[in-house]
């Protein structure tokens, strides 16, 4: 499986502005390095085409996103060549803390919260 992981500070992000319909307005972009085996890497290079970057200092594979999910994720190729984060099991959690509600979803949620941002959760009361 693909992975990313974010860059370290201070190159793990950088701010993109644009200009639509005369507004300008800025979007963070978070920048991950790629790893796999050497069929995932061609393939990934295949599905990025002319947006395939490598870091010119690192020689790094290089992955951004407007999205922040974890400082490690897994990347899936889709079969029109786009390539996302794997959003599945952050998905199903999301439909554990619906279905469950209550005390029981918020615990499943800062569960899920803590595997995600690589913390243990706050369990203490306020």
Same mark, same amino acid.
């Given at each position: 499986? *693909?992975?990313?992981?974010? *860059? ?6 950088? =701010? ?8 300008? /307005?800025?979007?963070? @972009? ?5 790893? &796999? /085996? ?18 010119? /200092?690192? &020689?790094?594979? *290089? ?8 400082? @490690? ?7 029109? &060549? ?40 706050? =369990?203490?009361?306020?």
């Amino acid at each position: 499986m *693909l992975k990313a992981t974010l *860059l370290p500070k201070p190159n793990s992000s950088y =701010t993109k502005k644009s200009v639509i319909d005369g507004v300008e /307005t800025s979007t963070v @972009v978070f920048r991950y390095s790629v790893s &796999g /085996t050497p069929e995932e890497m061609e393939a990934y290079k295949q599905a990025k085409g002319k947006n395939y970057r490598v870091d010119e /200092t690192t &020689g790094k594979v *290089l992955f951004f996103s407007t999205t922040y999910i974890s400082d @490690v994720v897994d990347l899936i190729i889709l079969s029109n &060549g786009d390539v996302i984060i794997d959003r599945s099991e952050l998905r199903k959690a999301e439909a554990q803390v619906k279905a469950m509600g209550g005390n029981l979803g918020q615990a499943i949620a800062m569960t899920v919260a803590g595997k995600l941002f690589n913390s243990e959760p706050d =369990t203490s009361e306020e």
